[in-house]
């Protein structure tokens, strides 16, 4: 059985559904690769729960700040690797077990001059890793087209066009610098938010942050990579925050584990890989009330997990994986 997590619910970052993961891959034991970082939950959940080494890795040099003060603890066990995910089978192969949190953290958000949030004013940044164009190079200067498909095609906002159109009307009089000067033309241009609804700039500010740190295509690349990493035997366990992110990572593994049946059954067979992975469940495994009510985060938060097979890595095209697209010419911080 699977240690169980405890946390100070006074910590920057609050793992959701750390104890469903250490349920779910257990036992805990080998090499492990957390390929968010962030504020660490999971990389001491795991070697607190019988890991013998997690390898730590993250593009965003604040992670790797905060654990200063108890990493050291950990010794040789915890092994940190500025980088990013989706290039993990170049640190390390043969892996036990692989997990990923994706999304921005809280310890991102919390932070005004990071430029994520639109309830703090700050610098209008977005970027995890500090390189490459900002968001407000994006608003900035992309066209109205260009800026139009970034928020439909990674927010899903269905004003995206109205949206579009204010921003570069509004950029004319005084160029885009600050969240808050952003989040107020979004503003203007949707209705007021009933009680219980989230604030209109949620949709585009999670596009704008998608399109500068390119999170798809990491993510794409990533599940590939950790295919590549993983040996047979071991674990791969994802949470995802929106329904685009949770759809790639299940018809990822719906796809390389062979479960997703013949779309057309007049068609003729056709031969299949062998399987790369053995679903844990079909379905996607969600927080139960107490720890919602303990971490509202966790509320959208949908865990899946897979098991390694002996089979063979192979490779599956971004279509297939429902990787969304956004026609620009944009060039993001993420190669």
């Known amino acids: 059985m699977a240690a169980a997590a405890s946390f100070d619910a006074s910590s920057p970052h609050i793992p959701v559904l750390l104890s469903a993961i250490l349920e779910n891959v257990a036992p ?12 660490g ?10 890991a013998s080494c997690v390898i730590a890795v993250d593009r965003d040099p604040l992670a790797f700040e905060m654990a200063a003060g108890w990493a050291a603890s950990y010794g040789e066990r915890l092994v940190q690797r500025p980088g990013v995910f989706s290039e993990m089978d170049e640190f390390a192969t043969d892996l036990d077990g692989v997990v990923l949190d994706l999304g921005v953290s809280s310890m ?33 200067t992309a066209s109205a087209e260009d800026i139009a498909n970034i928020l439909f095609q990674y927010g899903e906002e269905r004003a995206s066009r109205r949206i579009a159109r204010a921003i570069v009307a509004a950029r004319e009089v005084e160029p885009f610098t600050s969240t808050l000067q952003l989040a ?16 209109p700039a949620t ?21 590939m990579a950790a295919e590549r990493a993983l040996k047979a035997g071991g674990k791969l366990a994802v949470v995802t925050f929106h329904s685009v ?37 079909r379905k996607a495994i969600v927080a139960d009330a107490a720890e919602v009510a303990s971490n509202p985060r966790a509320r959208s938060a949908k865990l899946r997990v897979a098991v390694r097979t002996d089979a063979p ?4 095209d971004a279509k297939s994986v429902g990787v969304p697209m956004a026609k620009t010419g944009l060039k993001t911080g993420v190669s």
């Open 313 to 316: 890595a192979g490779n599956i």
């Open 41 to 50: 939950g999971y990389t001491r959940g795991l070697l607190d729960a019988g």
């Open 184 to 199: 107020a033309v979004i503003e203007g241009c949707l209705p007021r938010a009933k009680p219980g609804q989230s604030h």
């Open 108 to 140: 991102q958000l919390d932070q005004a001059e990071r430029g994520f949030s639109f309830m703090r004013d700050g610098p209008l940044d977005m970027r995890m890793g500090r390189e490459g164009p900002t968001a407000a190079d994006i608003v900035n």
């Open 245 to 281: 992110e949770d759809r790639m990572v299940k018809r990822f593994l719906t796809a390389r584990s062979g479960t997703g049946g013949n779309a057309n059954r007049y068609a003729p067979e056709v031969q299949r890989e062998a399987p790369a992975f053995v679903l844990k469940s």
């Open 203 to 223: 949709r585009s500010f999670q596009a704008l942050r998608i399109a500068v740190n390119d999170e798809y295509t990491e993510l794409y690349q990533g599940l």
């Open 28 to 39: 805990v034991e080998g090499v492990w690769l957390d390929g968010t970082f962030g504020a």
